[in-house]
Every structure is written in structure tokens, then in C-alpha cells.
């Protein structure tokens, strides 16, 4: 076995990339489609076998300071080697994959090492899958929309009841971004569902949010609901991650035919002040 940096990799270790993703998608989606489409904010390195097959990695994109990291099937010596590349980093969220999920606590304590304050939480995967029929939800008398460009100040006005400061730039770029979806209720911007991730083997679909003046209408339920159909109209599977201790979340996700595939540890990791 030895380690590659992704930019040093050979051009089969990348296919075997790409064959692990194509076995996994849930798993594999992050590290394909961020070196596809994100080459300059993502770094990786990577576990091969003599053959030059990927059998582990952790990886990293860069947004700002912060940083989304993987790890799959590696020691937690493998993130104290990438962490020393690190710089002008203040906070880290590293979701811990197939045998790595066995070793949190030692993940957690490389971050501290290299002054990080750390949580270790659980959060589970869910999807809808060929075993679990998709069941799906509309409110009745809402009106759920694609957003866009156009609504980007009803988004920063959503954005603030969950106290959160979006610049109406900001939100014009996100709604470009992410294929977000908006119930409205009389005209008020009132729950939202996007997906993070678009491929066509699968969708991730993040973001949910319900203001809490309109909760328990069956909103979060509904826009959830239209980005599933969306992404199973274009033939991918829908996926999505909720914490293990949100189970009004979970329930609302069941209730569209979301099954749990597994429950793991992510790390929260923020820089200590000096």
C-alpha cells in the first residue's frame, strides 16, 4: 500500500475512483464530484494497493475558511498528514466513512492536536432506494415553486428567521447553485428543500427548512417531496443526511419512504483562539 496525492495520481487510479463511485454513489459521490467539478478546491490523498486501485482516501473542498472532509477506509494518521497541507482553516466538518466510522474518537483527537475544538455527532443516511417505494406529499393550498434569481429577497428574508445574515447576492448565487424548491404560504417565502449535489446516479438533498411561524402544516414535507420526485424524474436516486437526535426530521422523511441505510459520526471541528 502507499499514499498519492490526488494531482499526482495515475490515470487508472482515478478510473478505480470512478468504478468505486459507480459500486457506491452514497459514499463515493463527494470526492467524483468535487475533483470533476471543484478541481481547484479540492485536495485528496489517496490509499492504493499495488495495482493501483483506490482502497481508501480523505479529501477536502475548500468554501472560504471552511472545509468539508471525507474519510473512507483510513487511520486517523492519514488526516494528521493532510491536515499538516492545511492553512487559514478555522472550521472543518469531516464525515468519516466505511472502516474509518470505527475510529471517531481518534479522528477527533488528530483535529485537537492541530488546535481544533471537536464534536463527534451522528447523523443518519437516508435514501429513497428500489426496496423503499417513494410516497409522496403535498400540502394542500400551498404553492411550491422553483426558486430562482427572482426570489432571492424572500430567501434572505427566510434566511433571517433562522437567524442567518445572506446578502441578496449571496442568495441570487445560491438559488443559481443548488436546485432549491419554496412553499409559499400568502405570498410568504415559508419552507425550502435544495440538493447540494446533482449526478446522475444521485442527488443529495440538504438544506430543509421550515420558518417556525409555519411549522406543522406539512411544509417541509412538501418541499422535500418535490425535489425527491425531481431527482427520480431524472432517473437518480435521492439521498440525504439527518441528525440522529432530529427525530421530527426523520419521521417527516419516513413518511415520504426514506429508508436508513446507516447511522455515522461526523466532526465538528472548529479552530481554538489563540
Request: contains cysteine; hydrophobic residues 40%; positive net charge.
Amino acid at each position: 500500500m502507499k499514499l498519492v496525492w490526488l494531482e499526482e495520481a495515475k490515470a487508472n487510479t482515478i478510473t478505480s475512483l470512478f468504478r468505486l463511485y459507480h459500486t457506491n454513489p452514497f459514499t463515493h459521490i463527494y470526492i467524483v464530484y468535487d475533483m470533476t467539478y471543484y478541481p481547484d478546491r479540492t485536495k485528496a490523498v489517496l490509499l492504493v494497493d499495488d495495482e493501483n486501485n483506490v482502497v481508501g482516501y480523505v479529501m477536502a473542498y475548500y468554501s472560504g475558511n471552511k472545509t468539508f472532509m471525507h474519510a473512507w477506509n483510513t487511520g486517523a494518521n492519514t488526516l494528521g498528514m493532510f491536515l499538516g497541507r492545511l492553512y487559514g482553516v478555522d472550521s472543518i466538518v469531516l464525515q468519516l466513512h466505511g472502516s474509518s466510522t470505527d475510529s471517531a474518537e481518534d479522528f477527533a483527537r488528530v483535529l485537537g492536536s492541530y488546535g481544533f475544538s471537536v464534536e463527534i455527532v451522528y447523523y443518519l443516511d437516508m435514501a429513497i432506494t428500489s426496496s423503499s417505494p417513494f410516497k409522496p406529499y403535498y400540502a394542500p393550498r400551498v404553492k411550491v415553486v422553483r426558486l430562482g434569481r427572482e426570489h432571492a429577497i424572500d430567501y434572505v428574508d427566510l434566511e433571517a428567521s433562522r437567524g442567518r445574515t445572506v446578502s441578496v447576492s449571496d442568495a441570487m448565487g445560491i438559488l443559481e447553485s443548488l436546485r432549491c424548491y419554496g412553499a409559499y404560504v400568502d405570498s410568504v417565502l415559508a419552507s425550502i428543500a435544495c440538493t447540494y449535489i446533482r449526478m446522475p446516479e444521485a442527488w443529495l438533498i440538504g438544506n430543509v427548512y421550515t420558518r417556525p411561524t409555519h411549522r406543522g402544516r406539512g411544509l417541509a414535507k412538501t418541499v422535500t417531496s418535490t425535489v425527491t420526485a425531481q431527482a427520480l424524474n431524472c432517473g437518480a436516486k435521492p439521498f440525504l443526511h439527518v441528525e440522529e437526535s432530529n427525530r421530527v426530521a426523520i419521521h417527516v422523511y419516513e413518511r415520504l419512504g426514506y429508508k436508513t441505510l446507516k447511522a455515522r459520526p461526523w466532526i465538528r471541528a472548529l479552530r481554538t483562539p489563540r
